[in-house]
């Protein structure tokens, strides 16, 4: 069986760092640490459950350390975990097993999230779907935040079955919510006025409206309960926050759009709005029929 090392990047994970790093010890020959400067005992905790320890300046999300981290691994395939994260029992005999004869150079893995208690299984969260295992060669990171990984070779895919899941110990409050998004939007404003766009009114309609729409109509988050109407909103609330940040950017200018204006682009949004209510509707109804009609408006 191949060799394979395990990569965390930690940024004041000393709580949660003992359950990532235990849940891979059955099936890593190496687990590399890389401490993003830390205020708490990150670094002495990873050391004190055998793990490598490296040094990473702090940069404000994780993937301008992600290719320092991977460089820094001794074996020729990679795991990248993140602290916050536990590889399941089942998940851990999968690995092992495509390692006895790798069919691809890359491998995505669906990522379970567990947000405010509950594993959100709509609601755009699942499969969530993450380039985590691969030959150390094969994948790489640009420094913009959130990007897709740049790969090398052949794609493989495990089933989007919950055994075969990373468990991500995502948001546990709305104030850690509220302070990522904080940070996240921040870098995305800038990120967005570096690459040219300007600021314009419609988008503090259009954006949040559509991050909405996305996430419980198109997503199904009504699935999900209160918990998914409620990410859902959130989720619309940190688009609307990054175009606000690009217009403080720039000023707080003055574009004075008129009333019909704003008038004319809620209602567009409304057709939106009515033929994926409509369409949710109907689905729970399980009447194809008033479907096809509603749809048509017959």
């Known amino acids: 069986m191949a060799k394979i090392s395990v990569v965390i990047n930690a940024l004041n994970e000393e709580k949660n760092l003992p359950q990532a790093i235990a849940s891979v010890k059955g099936m890593a020959d190496e687990i590399v640490v890389v401490d993003m400067q830390s205020q708490d005992k990150t ?17 404000g999300y994780v993937e301008p350390a992600r290719n320092y981290a991977i460089s820094k691994a001794g074996n020729p395939w990679v795991l990248v975990l993140d602290a916050d ?4 029992a089942k998940l851990a005999q999968k690995i092992k097993q495509i390692l006895k004869s790798p069919k691809a150079d890359y491998y995505r893995i669906p990522r379970k999230n567990i ?30 935040i959130h990007s897709v990984p740049m790969t090398q070779g052949i794609g493989g895919a ?16 709305v104030e850690a919510y509220l302070e990522r998004m904080n940070r996240y939007s921040t870098l995305h404003a800038g990120l967005l006025s570096k690459e040219g766009y300007k600021f314009s009114w419609k988008d503090l ?10 996430r419980y109509f198109f997503g ?12 859902s909103l ?32 809620i209602r567009e949004q409304e057709k939106d709005l009515h033929y994926w209510l409509s369409d949710s509707l109907f689905k729970q109804s399980g009447s194809l029929g008033d479907r096809i009609r509603r749809k048509l408006k017959i």
Request: negative net charge.
């Open 234 to 265: 959130l989720q619309a609330f940190s688009e609307l926050t990054v175009y606000l940040k690009i217009w403080q950017k720039e000023k707080f200018t003055d574009q004075g759009p008129k009333l019909d204006e704003v008038v004319s682009i």
């Open 85 to 88: 994260e536990e590889v399941p």
């Open 220 to 231: 199904e988050g009504y699935k999900d309960g209160i918990h998914g109407l409620a990410l």
């Open 43 to 59: 670094a002495e905790v990873a050391r004190s459950l055998g793990a490598k320890v490296f040094t990473h300046e702090k940069t």
């Open 115 to 144: 947000i405010f208690g509950h594993w959100m299984k709509h609601s755009r969260w699942w499969p969530d779907y993450n380039i985590r295992l691969f030959r150390k060669n094969a994948v790489s990171w640009n420094e913009v």
């Open 158 to 173: 495990l089933d989007d079955r919950e055994e075969y899941a990373l468990v991500h110990h995502n948001y546990d409050s």
């Open 205 to 214: 309609i259009l954006k949040p409206s559509n991050e909405f729409i996305s």
